[in-house]
C-alpha cells in the first residue's frame, strides 16, 4: 500500500496557485525527495501531508485514509521543521517527551522514551539542556528524536538541514539516510538542494510553479531529464534548443549533455568560442559560447586546457546526448 | 608618495567638533560615561532620591498631641497599619488589584492574540488605534463618562429596561459587598472602571509576547498531537506568560496606587492611593502615609518573587 497518496491535490492562495493538481504515490518505506526552487509548492505539499493547509481540490490519503478532514493533531505523521520549532520553555528531554505526554504516557515512561530517542540521535546526556544551550546541529537532531519518538508512520522533514553548515550538512545526510533504513519509516523530504536529494533519496519529484516535473530515481533525474527545467535545475546540464538539436540530430527536440560529458577535440559536430575559465580543483569548468547558446564542460586537470579566447570544436559520445520533450 | 599619505590621513585642520568626535571614538569609556551621566543622575538623586526620602519618613511617627512629626526611628507606624480600619484599606485595595488583573488578564489575552496573529496592514492599524486611543483622551473625562454610562439614571439602566432586562441589573445590585445603590456607587462599578482604564496596559505586552512565538512553535505542538486545548495550555500560554506578567505589573501597581478611580466611582470606603492622600495632605501624618505608600512596594516585590518562581521569566 502507498503511505501517501495524492489525487489531483491542488491548494490556491487567493489567485496563486501554490499546489496545482499534483498527483504521485509514495510508497511505504520509501526515502521521497520533493525538489524544486523555493515557490515550486514543496513546502506547501509536506505541509498539506501535515495538516497544516488544507486542499482546495483534490483528494489525499495517507495509508488509504482519507485524510482532508483531518487535523494535524489526528495524524499519524511527524514533522520536523525548517526552524526546528523546539518549544524554548521545556528542556531536551521535555521537548522530546512532549508528544508522549499529549498521549497520556506516565513521567517516566515518557522520559525513558526520550532518553532512547535522543540516545539514537547521539545526544544521550543532553536531556536537562535548555534547546537554547545548544548548536544548530543538536538543535536539529533534537527535532529529529522529538518527531521519531512518536513512532510515526511517515517522517516529513521541511529543509531540514538548510541552517546548517557544509560539513555538518554532509554528516547529516549520511546519519539521516542510516535512520531511515534502520528505522524503516517513510520519509518525505522537501529541499531546494538538489545534491542533497540525489544523495539521499530513493526517488525525487521535481517542483516547478505548483506542479510536479518529473518523479524518478536519482540517476533517471539526472541524466535522463525530461525537459529542460529538469536538465538545468538538477544537473545544471547544457540544454540544447530545439533547432541546434535539429541540425546536429534531424530530430526538432531540446536536448541536455552533463558537462561532463563535453569533450574538446581536433574536429567535431559543433565549434564553439572560450569565454571564460574557472578552476574548481578536481576539474576546470570551462564556458563556451557556441551558435547562440551557453555551453559549459568540465575538463579533468590531466586533460590539455584551452585558453580564453579560443575556438574550439566540442564532442560528444551518442548516447550522451539526451534528448528531452519541450515545454517546462 | 605624499598624495598617496594625504589621501590616507585627512587634513589635520579640522574644527572642534572632529577633534572631540575622534577623543571620543578612541576613549569609548569616556563616551560611555558622557552618555549615561545625565540619566543616571536623574534617576539615582531625583526619582530614587526623592522616593527613598518618603520612605525614610515611614520609620518617623506623629505625636497624635501636637500634630508635630517625632524624627525618631520607629516602627510603630508600621504597626498602625495593621489596625482593623487601615488593614482593611490593604486587603480592599490588594483584592480589587487582584480582581482588575486577573480580569484585565482574561479579556486582554483574546484580543492580543487576534492582533497578534490575524490582524494585517490596515486592519492592524485600526486595532492599535482602538486600543491606544482611550490612552490619549483624559482619564477624568474617562471616568465622569463611565460614571454617566453606570449611574441610576445613565445608559446602561436605560439600556436594560428598553430589553426589559432592568430585573437582573436589579437583582445584581442587591447582592451585599458587591452590589449597592446603582452600579456608579458600588464596588462592581469601580472594578468594572479600572479594568477599563488599564486594559490597553494589558493588551499590549500580551500582543509583543505572542508575535514573538513562531507559528511553527503551534503547528509543531499540534503535529506531536495536542488538541488546540492543549497547545494553548502547553506551549502558547507558557510562552506568552512573560507577557502577561509584564502586564499584570502595570494593572496590579496601578490599581495598588490608584486613588481617583474610587473616589469617583464606588463606594466611600477608601483603597491605598485615597488613604496616602489623605494622610498626607489633610490629615498631615506623612510618616503613615510614607508606611501605606511603602504596602504596594513591598506587595509588588513578593509578586514578582513569585512570578519568577513559578517560572514567569522562563521563556524570557
Redesign the interface.
Known amino acids: 500500500m502507498s503511505a501517501v497518496v495524492f489525487d489531483h491535490v491542488s491548494r490556491h492562495f487567493g489567485a496563486v496557485r501554490a499546489v496545482d493538481g499534483v498527483s504521485l504515490a509514495i510508497e511505504e518505506g520509501e526515502f521521497f525527495a520533493m525538489l524544486g526552487p523555493s515557490g515550486s509548492g514543496k513546502t506547501t505539499c509536506l505541509r498539506l501531508i501535515?495538516?497544516?493547509e488544507r486542499p482546495t481540490g483534490g483528494d489525499i490519503r495517507i495509508f488509504g485514509e482519507q485524510v482532508a478532514d483531518l487535523?494535524?493533531?489526528k495524524r499519524h505523521?511527524?514533522?520536523v521543521?525548517?526552524?526546528y520549532?523546539?518549544?524554548?520553555?521545556l528542556n531536551v528531554r521535555d521537548n522530546v517527551a512532549?508528544?508522549l505526554?499529549?498521549?497520556g504516557q506516565g513521567k517516566k515512561q515518557r522520559h525513558k522514551a526520550a532518553d532512547e530517542a535522543l540516545e539514537m540521535v547521539r545526544l544521550g546526556g543532553y536531556g536537562a539542556r535548555k534547546p537554547s544551550e545548544l548548536s544548530g546541529g543538536q538543535r536539529q537532531r533534537v527535532a529529529l528524536a522529538?518527531?521519531l519518538v512518536?513512532k510515526p508512520r511517515v517522517l516529513l522533514l521541511d529543509e531540514p538541514l538548510g541552517a546548517l553548515d557544509l560539513k555538518l550538512r554532509e554528516q547529516m545526510q549520511e546519519e539521516l539516510k542510516g535512520l531511515q533504513r534502520q528505522l524503516g519509516i517513510t520519509f518525505v523530504f522537501v529541499t531546494h538542494d538538489q545534491g542533497e536529494a540525489l544523495s539521499m533519496a530513493d526517488r525525487v519529484a521535481v517542483f516547478n510553479d505548483g506542479k510536479i516535473i518529473q518523479v524518478g530515481a536519482p540517476e533517471d533525474i539526472y541524466f535522463r531529464p525530461d525537459v529542460p527545467f529538469v536538465a538545468d535545475f538538477v544537473g545544471s546540464s547544457n540544454v540544447l534548443p530545439a533547432d541546434l538539436v535539429a541540425r546536429l540530430t534531424g530530430q526538432s527536440r531540446p536536448a541536455a549533455i552533463r558537462p561532463e560529458r563535453l569533450k574538446l577535440a581536433e574536429t567535431g559536430p559543433l565549434s564553439a568560442q572560450v569565454i571564460g575559465l574557472s578552476f574548481l580543483g578536481l576539474t576546470t569548468r570551462v564556458s563556451f559560447q557556441a551558435e547562440g547558446t551557453r555551453l559549459t564542460a568540465l575538463l579533468p586537470q590531466d586533460a590539455p586546457r584551452p585558453a580564453k579566447g579560443d575556438t574550439v570544436a566540442l564532442t560528444w559520445a551518442e548516447d550522451d546526448l539526451h534528448l528531452m520533450r519541450a515545454g517546462a | 608618495m605624499a598624495q598617496t599619505d594625504a589621501s590616507l590621513v585627512q587634513s589635520r585642520n579640522e574644527g572642534l567638533g572632529a577633534r572631540l568626535s575622534d577623543t571620543l571614538w578612541r576613549r569609548p569609556s569616556l563616551l560611555l560615561f558622557l552618555l549615561l551621566l545625565p540619566p543616571v543622575l536623574w534617576l539615582g538623586i531625583i526619582y530614587l532620591g526623592s522616593l527613598f526620602a518618603l520612605l525614610l519618613q515611614s520609620f518617623f511617627s506623629i505625636d497624635h498631641f501636637t500634630g508635630m512629626i517625632n524624627y525618631e526611628f520607629t516602627l510603630r507606624t508600621y504597626a498602625e497599619l495593621f489596625t482593623p480600619a487601615n488593614f482593611d484599606i490593604i486587603l480592599r485595595t490588594v483584592l480589587m488589584a487582584a480582581c482588575t488583573t486577573v480580569a484585565s488578564a482574561i479579556i486582554a489575552f483574546p484580543i492580543a492574540f487576534y492582533a497578534a496573529r490575524y490582524a494585517k496592514g490596515r486592519w492592524r492599524a485600526v486595532f492599535y488605534l482602538g486600543i491606544m486611543m482611550p490612552l490619549w483622551s483624559s482619564y477624568l473625562v474617562k471616568i465622569y463618562a463611565w460614571k454617566l454610562i453606570l449611574a441610576k439614571e445613565g445608559i446602561l439602566t436605560w439600556a436594560l429596561e428598553g430589553l426589559h432586562l432592568n430585573w437582573l441589573l436589579d437583582a445584581y445590585l442587591s447582592l451585599p459587598v458587591v452590589g449597592g445603590n446603582s452600579l456608579s456607587v458600588s464596588v462592581t462599578g469601580t472594578f468594572i472602571v479600572f479594568v477599563y482604564v488599564w486594559m490597553p496596559f494589558m493588551i499590549l505586552p500580551i500582543q509583543a509576547a505572542l508575535e514573538r512565538v513562531p507559528t511553527s512553535m503551534l503547528e509543531a505542538s499540534g503535529d506531536l498531537g495536542a488538541r488546540p486545548g492543549q497547545t494553548f495550555r502547553h506551549v502558547l500560554f507558557p510562552l506568552a506568560l512573560p507577557g502577561v506578567v509584564a502586564g499584570s505589573i502595570f494593572t496590579f501597581s496601578l490599581t495598588l496606587g490608584d486613588y481617583i478611580i474610587p473616589q469617583i466611582i464606588g463606594t466611600s470606603r477608601l483603597f491605598i492611593g485615597q488613604a496616602v492622600y489623605q494622610h498626607q495632605g489633610i490629615a498631615g501624618n506623612i510618616p503613615l502615609a510614607a508606611a501605606f505608600a511603602v504596602v504596594p512596594i513591598v506587595i509588588m516585590g513578593f509578586y514578582l518573587w513569585g512570578a519568577k518562581r513559578m517560572g514567569a521569566f522562563d521563556a524570557l
Not at chain 1, 85 to 89: D, K, T, V
Open positions: 501535515a495538516g497544516f487535523p494535524p493533531y505523521v511527524n514533522t521543521f525548517q526552524d520549532a523546539l518549544f524554548p520553555h512532549y508528544g505526554m499529549i498521549a522529538r518527531a512518536n
